[in-house]
Structure formats: C-alpha cells, structure tokens
C-alpha cells in the first residue's frame, strides 16, 4: 500500500543536478526518520540518505558531498537534492518514512542520468 508520493524524476546528463521530493500523509515531525532508497536494475535496494526528527543526516558513501537530503516539517516533505551526479546513480528512487514504527514506502520515481 502506497503512503508516501515521489516526484521529481527524470532525464539528466552527467554532472548534471536532481531535485527529488516525497510528499508523506500527515505530520512529518511525528516521524522517527525519512529516508532515500534506490535501486539500480539486478541491484538490491540500498539506503541513500535518512534524516531523523533531531535533523540529524545519514549518507552512503557513494553519495556523500554529492547529495543533500532535507525536510519542510510545514509542508510534510522530504526532498533529496542532488548534484554532479552520475551514470551509477541511476536508479529507481525510494521514499520511506518510520511513522512510529511504520514502516511507509512509496512507489518510487526513476532517475536517469546519460548524455
């Protein structure tokens, strides 16, 4: 069951820049934390960035001083900027969120990054 909407996918060249956003149901300062998987084609799903309810950020090292996650507790959202991106980052891009120990997920967007 789908609770969180992504948007934000698309096309981009390498070096290039990506805004993803996660728009979560109710209350986003309820949730322990917010999170970004993705997962590449005969990959498994790994964890790309997590903000927790302190603001305190988690990020792979594949992403790292590349990537930025952020939320708007006003606007219950998460989003994940990312630059100078690659041909590996390329990959379906995850939501999820632990709403007291719910685990909430969403459909994914693709992101694609060629010239």
């Known amino acids: 069951q789908v609770q969180l909407v992504e948007s934000g996918g698309g096309l981009v060249q390498p070096g290039g820049s990506l805004r993803l956003s996660c728009a979560a149901p109710?209350?986003?300062?309820?949730?322990?934390?917010m999170s970004w998987f993705r997962q590449a084609p005969g990959k498994q799903r790994e964890l790309v960035a997590r903000?927790?309810?302190?603001?305190?950020?988690e990020y792979s090292d594949s992403v790292k001083g590349r990537f930025t996650i952020s939320r708007d507790n006003a606007k219950n959202t998460v989003s994940l900027q990312m630059s100078s991106l690659k041909v590996e980052d390329a990959a379906v891009y995850y939501c999820?969120?632990?709403?007291?120990?719910?685990?909430?997920w969403g459909q994914g967007t693709q992101v694609t990054v060629s010239s």
């Open positions: 999820e969120a632990n709403n007291a120990g719910l685990i909430l």
């Open positions: 903000i927790y309810n302190t603001d305190r950020t």
């Open positions: 109710g209350n986003t300062l309820s949730f322990y934390y």
